[in-house]
């Protein structure tokens, strides 16, 4: 198991860290089994999709900023209860198969780590057992 970091530049964005999966699991000479990536954050995620076309990413964090709205008529009084709103609609692990070397990721797939607070600097923990 490892953690590695990730630097987010804004509020609200889908980072790509799927070079730096594929580096880890290389680095420690991963053959077989399942990628787990897990995010300890409240206000960030997780999320395979789209990595071809980098319109997806930016259309997937301006719907849900549509569907969940920063400010008002939340509770939390910390500000950000869309952020963790965000958090838990995407979800904080994600898991892939690897086969032969290789993340079975489809075609046009990425891994992105869903920042919904930031920026600031963060973690993903990975495990390949
Ligand atoms: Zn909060």
Known sequence: MESFAVETSSREELKDVTSKVK????DNGVENGVCTLYVPHTTAAITINESADPD???DIVDKLSELVPRGKGY????GNADSHIKSTLV??????????????????QGIFFAEFDGPRSR?????WG
């Open 23 to 26: 580096e880890i699991l290389k």
């Open 56 to 58: 997806v990413k930016k």
């Open 75 to 78: 509770r939390h009084r910390e």
């Open 91 to 108: 979800g904080n692990s994600a898991r892939i198969l690897i086969q032969n070397g290789k993340l079975q990721l489809g075609t046009w």
């Open 123 to 127: 973690k993903i923990w990975m495990d």
